[in-house]
């Protein structure tokens, strides 16, 4: 979750009578909204600057409004935009659907993987943040100007609340420890937290796919030796981590996550039983409560998907974006099918990897045409694409998820 930003893309599919749609891609922003520095010290150089710390989203928003001046110039139509976000990306994805200052700049939207809710406010944001201020030792903008990238990178929190590593978000939660915010309810961004907003009426009422992968986890696991573990290992993570939360949180998740359970290859099958559990902690559960709020909100369809594929082999580590061979269905499994890149990160694809990549490819390509999935795949929430080779369906009734919202633990949701 901590990976380079991706570069904005935007491409263009087969001609159909219309002009093209015109797809923007943030693919991953990872905490590209910028700390929010106390007033104390922005004010002594101009007391009328409109504060937000939501300053990534505004370059999203001028980004789509070049779109909006530029596309037809490349074919596109800049009355069917689609904007796709994965992780930090769909974080933004959903932030823009709630901000009156990009009503009109888009036409669909993907959320791949994004975060669950924040409702962080400025004041908030601004007073977590001082520790990083004062290990700086600045006292004015120009200092902080000054400071060399070696300087910023240790005078960050990293483990500290707000935690800017994020370090445990792939693992099972510990009680009382949360990271900071991301997004800020800044009032001009965003005048409210994003569910507030969805209860008193809709902000860009567009189409929306709220899509996970079934062990997101599995990107970038804490433990770096899961990969050996054994059944009892599981066993006893699971315990340590859970009983922080209550004493019989443990066995009642080990009764749902069983090392009986399927398993799709002959060997790490703890780990999957362990990244699965996570995912849906951190992931998979409160997106399918963002996916009913967004149905219950909005006019427009809603459609929810978790990636089921189990690639044909573990991950190549010989690039910059995983430096885990992850094995199963990965964090950025989506995107990176959704673009074809699955050969540079995957050795000799097999003929299921290859249908899992059309498939995701041409469901997201024609939603991006018409603002529909095709008839096989329902609105949410009548049903979530499960998408491997082919397309399943699933009824969205979950007691995983049903004992997860009971214990309270959807508050620590990733927040990426």
């Not at 009503?103 to 001082?130: I, K, W």
């Not at 059309?358 to 529909?372: C, R, S, Y």
Request: hydrophobic share 40%; charged share 20%; net charge negative.
């Amino acid at each position: 979750m901590r990976e380079p930003a991706s570069p904005g893309v935007m491409e263009r599919h087969s001609s159909p009578p219309l002009p093209p749609p015109a797809p923007v891609s943030n693919s991953d922003s990872s905490r590209l909204h910028a700390p929010v520095v106390s007033k104390q010290v922005s004010k002594v150089i101009d007391p009328f600057v409109t504060y937000t710390g939501n300053y990534g989203f505004l370059d999203q928003i001028a980004a789509l409004k070049w779109v909006q001046r530029n596309i037809h110039v490349f074919g596109g139509d800049p009355g069917r935009v689609t904007i796709v976000g994965q992780s930090s990306g769909g974080t933004s994805v959903w932030t823009l659907m709630m901000s009156p200052l990009a009503t009109g700049l888009f036409h669909r939207a993907v959320d791949m993987s994004g975060s669950y809710v924040y409702n962080a406010s400025l004041t908030q944001a601004e007073s977590d943040n001082l520790v990083f201020l004062n290990k700086t030792g600045c006292e004015d903008l120009a200092c902080l100007r000054s400071l060399t990238v070696t300087q910023v990178l240790q005078a960050i929190p990293w483990e500290e609340y707000p935690s800017w590593a994020g370090s445990d978000l792939t693992d099972l939660p510990t009680k009382g420890l949360f990271i900071g915010p991301v997004a800020v309810v800044d009032g001009y961004v965003l005048q409210a937290p994003p569910f507030e907003i969805w209860e008193k009426g809709k902000v860009n009422d567009v189409p929306f796919v709220v899509g996970t992968t079934e062990q997101e986890a599995d990107f970038s696991p804490l433990a770096v030796n899961i990969s050996t573990w054994t059944w009892g290992d599981y066993h006893w993570f699971v315990t340590e981590k859970l009983k922080t939360f209550s004493p019989d949180l443990p066995g009642k998740a080990l009764e749902l996550y069983p090392s009986s359970a399927p398993c799709p290859t002959r060997d790490r099958c703890p780990e999957r039983a362990y990244t699965t559990m996570v995912s849906d902690i951190r992931v998979t559960c409160p997106n399918n409560d963002l996916a009913q709020r967004a149905a219950d909100a909005l006019s427009s369809p809603v459609y929810r998907y978790v990636v089921t594929h189990t690639p044909s082999g573990p991950a190549k580590t010989s690039n910059s974006l995983l430096w885990f061979p992850s094995r199963f269905s990965f964090h950025s499994l989506d995107i990176l099918a959704f673009f074809g890149d699955l050969e540079l990160f995957l050795d000799n694809l097999s003929e299921e990897d290859r249908n899992f990549q059309k498939l995701i490819t041409k469901h997201l390509v024609n939603f991006a045409k018409t603002g529909k999935m095709e008839a096989d795949w329902p609105e949410y929430p009548s049903a979530t694409a499960l998408l491997s080779s082919n397309l399943t369906l699933q009824i969205p009734a979950s007691t995983r998820c049903d004992l997860w919202k009971e214990n309270g633990l959807f508050a620590y949701a990733w927040m990426n």
